[in-house]
């Protein structure tokens, strides 16, 4: 159990010496904290991670929920871990003081939450969860709502949803068919079914809160007649007074992975007796969910960098203690056999997992920072920080979520047999990340979202900001020797990544929307590779200039590391972004135009 | 229990279209057979593949072996198979008639062997090793030995194990510590610990035999002083007359995947009352094993390649009848939606599969004509085929085993949130096919053994014949002209690998074994896909010569598909090529020149 799985070494690395979050505590929203004060919170974090999450990491994947007379059972410790989230602060660690909150800054709060994911990723999405239904019914309940359903869910005595899938709409939420039909009591009456919805239903809390989206009768067919409600598992009838709300379990899945916490198939109102809460306007429930999705693809990257962390160090432990082998220059059979982090080709399976968990992390901090930059910012800098971090949704979901399937498996492979076996935890982290490309919106339905949506929005502004803020990072490796190489390579690709999306949405009219978005996902892989570019050379930048100053001695194999990591990644990984342009470009539509009978034999 | 998970059609265009083999019954060793014959074999493969293994496929899974006083524990099921293996002659079909073997050539059966591992990886694995075991002890024991253990295990009473891996001793067998000590009484004492010993022991047959390297006593350091071994569980001491060998089970490792089979840790001699029986001459074991090791590595990616195809029929499947969604050019929502098959990035999603699998299957294939052409050629060109396979080896492993993760990834993909979980088989893939880059070899030890042995052994012969034959291909797409473009493709790839050789070979010498081979993996990448490449133009030549011929209405659709896959990884996967290319040469050593304390924090 005295396993590592994060380094706060590097966390302080980003958020200090990175991007400055000491900084914000400058700005009124901020000023009751400062660094200390958010060292006290990373040290709790870890705390929490190191003796609540990760003894359970294990044990959560062996003893999976089960359903049980209508009721999902989960393990016991699942009440424990929502207390400690409410009592701690942690539900409630970005909202406003008002609400009980602690406002936190996101950049601060999603350092935290990489700690804890990383120790248990299952057991960290109860309460997130419940954070993004909280911020939701806060940002558009009514007041009635919110004083009914928000204080149990910060103290985290009743669990939050997110209900969107329905069985035969995952990626097509214009088919969702959930109805709630209209009375004049203040509520509408609800029937339909949802599926994979997370922690939709556990013993290890009093209620559950569904954030739901579901069509009023007779609204219009597609997204625009989708609302949003609140539907709870038990209704409140009254101070203290709860009654239940015809929600029933049908069916909790059972997954490869990620087994500490329940996906369930929910009905509603198979008694005629489900009733909804509309939150907010009418057939405006897309709109406003976009605001938890979008926290909650962030959150899928994040999950997916934790468990990739936790996979590496992991691995990192076994290569420098296993002995295997002898370098090449040394083959006498009777010298001893040294450890297997000398050779070559282990040193890259660890230095592709060192470059995408803390290129990773770098891109999460670095959204989440542009949330805090929105909350201080004057007003008329909101929209940047906006399309900044709506551009970069897609790439922070999804970069961590695919990588981290390759990240793990490396981890696997640098362990061996050992590493496919289930004395070690590697095995498990390949299985919980695997979930990730799906949840939240598939890799797929991110590529048409960057390339058909964000990059073209307003014009192209945010991609416009982007490239400014990348450019930016690149006027500042001048004349660091060791960086700037770098830099130049970032710049190169950038340009290519300009002329490939100028040339992709031309095609968007020349050949149709089916042409233009057939690769979009190669599209967002490319994009991707090159956002994490951009983060590890603010991180090659800060690490060379501290060791060109007054870098502790303690302190120099960090740095020299962040170097050699940010090297790899330029070295073995911006290159792919070649072969994607060259397909992306190479004008042969055979996804589009194919017949669907050639797959026949 | 109605899936599809392989293609007859697919299997008998490489075997009959792509590689002629009815032509080899010409040969006198094959000339008992017709390919009337060969067809009834596969019909039989294919029959036990979907009554036999296919039911299993999931039970296996959920139910794994266990260890019970002493004893392996697994599925009641393998002792029916083992026994089906043997009076159905799979485990000797390819032995001469002369040893009770049906002497088929090994290209039907890599055909068959990939029916039945598709259906279920597991369940085939028990006779696979045992013909391995068999082989080697056909080639190279004594007749005393041959007659007492072989027929046994032709015909499944008795399971073949390879014994090498020691827990000190994985990837370096060098270091391997078991030892024999003479006697004079005809055979050696044992004493050592062998791990990760697939099918080790278990109750579906009444005896194991290990092929086992141990170091004489008193033998030369390294791999000069290792030496082949039998080492039965129970011995043969007379007619009928079996003793306990003091062979015990210390340990059965609980997987990830790959579940339906035991393996095992298994100590030997802890009674002082171990046998071992040498098997050919002291200290040359590792060259005898290297047989078995080499057949087995193709066995790995051939399983590989099984499951991956298993996982493309899933999802293929699934594709065709989840309705999701509507083309882009259909954006009214009150249109039906359409099957996901029509949507461009789920057929990418299909043709990286397809592409996958049916390119590996070709390449084992070849490899498996390669050893048949051995067989039945004039002796002076027995050379040519034995180096083309040893140069293919390590593709025909790693290729497969790599992609396999990816392809089965991708079916997951396929199926969304369904694909992740228990109801469907391809999370049973995804987790089965992890073990193919580790066991028989990791892709590391494969790199090296191309880059560092392979191509430059005998002056760079087998090399250069590979590229005889990828131009003899090319040379047949020639007017062409829908094929026309791939050959060029092929063949700029082949003068890259041309020049990229050359280079990292000449800095063997300049830079050292170190740099030369740090990278041998992204090397053994780029051949991989270059090799398969050279597959999808003599399956992209063929089915174009079909269509302009007289190919029949129900193949058009198939031949089609093939072009459309071959266009596929032309467009998609031969890219790939470039940026590891560009790796390869950028002459920065930095996994090799770097310190492993920058992994510190």
């Given at each position: 159990?005295a396993?590592?799985?994060?380094?706060?070494?590097?966390l302080?690395?980003?958020l200090?010496?990175v991007?400055?979050?000491?900084?914000?505590t400058?700005?009124?929203?901020y000023?009751?904290?400062?660094q200390?004060?958010?060292?006290?919170?990373?040290?709790?974090?870890a705390?929490i991670?190191?003796?609540?999450?990760?003894p359970?990491f294990?044990?959560m994947d062996?003893k999976?929920?089960?359903?049980e007379?209508g009721?999902v059972?989960?393990?016991?410790?699942?009440r424990?871990?929502m207390?400690?989230?409410?009592?701690?602060g942690?539900i409630?660690?970005?909202?406003?003081?008002?609400?009980?909150g602690?406002?936190l800054p996101h950049?601060?709060?999603?350092?935290c939450h990489?700690i804890?994911?990383?120790?248990?990723y299952?057991?960290?999405?109860?309460a997130?969860?419940?954070t993004?239904a909280a911020?939701?019914?806060?940002?558009?309940?009514?007041?009635?709502?919110?004083?009914?359903y928000l204080?149990?869910?910060?103290s985290?005595?009743?669990?939050?949803t997110?209900a969107?899938?329905e069985?035969q709409?995952g990626s097509s939420?214009s088919?969702?068919t959930?109805?709630?039909y209209?009375?004049?009591?203040?509520?509408?009456?609800l029937k339909?079914?949802?599926?994979?919805?997370?922690a939709?239903?556990h013993?290890g809390?009093?209620n559950?809160?569904?954030?739901l989206l579901a069509r009023?009768?007779?609204a219009?067919?597609?997204?625009k007649?989708?609302?949003?409600?609140?539907?709870p598992?038990l209704?409140v009838?009254g101070?203290g007074?709860?009654?239940?709300?015809d929600?029933?379990v049908?069916?909790v899945?059972?997954k490869?992975?990620?087994?500490?916490?329940p996906i369930?198939e929910?009905?509603?109102?198979?008694?005629d007796?489900?009733?909804?809460?509309?939150?907010?306007e009418p057939?405006?429930?897309?709109m406003y969910m976009?605001?938890?999705m979008n926290?909650?693809r962030?959150?899928v990257?994040?999950?997916?960098?934790?468990i990739?962390?936790a996979?590496?160090?992991?691995?990192?432990?076994?290569?420098?203690?296993?002995?295997?082998?002898?370098?090449?220059?040394?083959k006498?059979?009777?010298t001893?056999?040294?450890?297997?982090?000398e050779?070559?080709?282990?040193?890259?399976?660890l230095l592709f997992?060192?470059?995408?968990v803390e290129g990773?992390?770098?891109?999460?901090m670095?959204?989440?920072?542009?949330?805090?930059?929105?909350?201080i910012?004057?007003?008329?800098?909101?929209?940047?920080?906006?399309?900044?971090?709506?551009?970069?949704?897609?790439?922070?979901?999804?970069?961590?979520?695919?990588?981290?399937?390759?990240?793990t498996s490396?981890a696997?492979?640098c362990?061996?047999g050992?590493g496919?076996?289930e004395d070690?935890?590697?095995e498990?982290?390949?299985r919980?990340c695997r979930?990730h490309p799906?949840?939240?919106g598939?890799?797929g339905?991110?590529?048409?979202?960057l390339l058909g949506?964000k990059?073209?929005?307003?014009d192209?502004q945010?991609?416009?900001l982007?490239l400014?803020?990348?450019?930016?990072?690149i006027?500042?490796a001048?004349g660091?020797t060791s960086v700037?190489?770098l830099?130049?390579?970032?710049?190169a690709a950038?340009?290519h990544?300009e002329q490939?999306?100028r040339?992709?949405?031309?095609?968007?009219?020349?050949?149709?929307?089916?042409?233009?978005?057939?690769?979009?996902t190669?599209?967002l892989e490319?994009f991707?590779?090159?956002?994490?570019?951009?983060q590890?050379?603010?991180q090659?930048?800060?690490?060379q200039?501290?060791?060109?100053g007054n870098?502790?001695a303690?302190?120099?194999?960090?740095?020299?590391?962040?170097l050699?990591?940010?090297?790899y990644f330029f070295a073995y990984e911006?290159?792919?972004t070649?072969?994607l342009?060259?397909r992306?470009?190479?004008g042969n539509?055979?996804?589009a135009?194919?017949?669907?009978s050639?797959?026949?034999?």
């Open positions: 159990m396993g590592k799985f994060f380094s706060m070494r590097n302080k690395f980003l200090y010496e991007f400055d979050t000491a900084a914000l400058k700005a009124p929203y000023e009751q904290h400062n200390k004060a958010f060292d006290l919170v990373l040290d709790a974090a705390k991670g190191q003796k609540k999450f990760y359970l294990e044990e062996r999976p929920p089960y359903l007379n009721q059972k989960v393990h016991p410790a699942v424990d871990i207390k400690e989230s409410g009592d701690g942690w409630g660690a970005t909202f406003p003081e008002a609400w009980g602690e406002q950049i601060l709060h999603c350092a990489l804890t994911s990383s120790a248990n299952s057991a960290g999405v109860y997130e969860l419940t993004g911020r939701l019914i806060h940002s558009f309940a009514s007041d009635d709502l919110k004083n009914k204080p149990n869910m910060m985290g005595k009743w669990q939050g997110m969107l899938t069985p709409a939420l088919d969702i959930t109805t709630a209209p009375t004049d009591q203040g509520y509408y009456r339909g079914t949802k599926v994979f919805i997370s939709g239903d013993d809390v009093d559950v809160v569904h954030m009023i009768e007779g219009p067919p597609g997204v007649g989708i609302s949003l409600f609140l539907v598992k209704r009838e101070p007074k709860l009654a239940s709300n929600v029933s049908s069916q899945f059972h490869m992975g990620y087994r500490g916490a369930t929910l009905s509603f109102g198979d008694k007796d489900c009733r909804a809460f509309l939150v907010g057939n405006r429930g897309l976009f605001q938890m926290g909650a962030i959150g990257g994040l999950g997916a960098t934790a990739a962390s996979a590496y160090y992991a691995s990192l432990e076994y290569c420098r203690t296993r002995p295997q082998g002898r370098r090449l220059n040394q006498d059979p009777n001893p056999q040294v450890a297997i982090i050779h070559p080709d282990v040193r890259r399976m997992q060192r470059a995408v990773s992390e770098g891109l999460l670095q959204c989440a920072l542009y949330e805090d930059l929105q909350h910012s004057p007003k008329e800098q909101h929209a940047k920080y906006e399309l900044l971090l709506d551009l970069l949704t897609p790439m922070a979901k999804t970069y961590p979520s695919e990588m981290a399937i390759l990240s490396q696997i492979q362990l061996g050992y496919y076996c070690f935890p590697v498990q982290h390949f919980d979930i799906i949840h939240e598939t890799t339905i991110q590529g048409m979202d949506r990059v073209v929005m307003k192209g945010a991609f416009k982007f400014e803020e990348a450019r930016a990072t006027a500042q001048q660091l700037a190489p830099a130049q390579k970032l710049e950038l340009t990544l490939i999306t040339q992709l949405v031309g095609s968007a009219v020349t050949k149709g929307a089916e042409v233009f978005l057939a690769d979009a190669l599209y490319m991707g590779i090159i956002a994490i570019a951009w590890w050379l603010r090659a930048i800060v690490a200039k501290a060791l060109d870098a502790k303690a302190d120099q194999n960090f740095y020299q590391g962040k050699v990591t940010a090297d911006l290159p792919k070649q072969y342009a060259q992306l470009t190479d539509p055979l996804t135009k194919m017949e669907s050639h797959f026949n034999d």
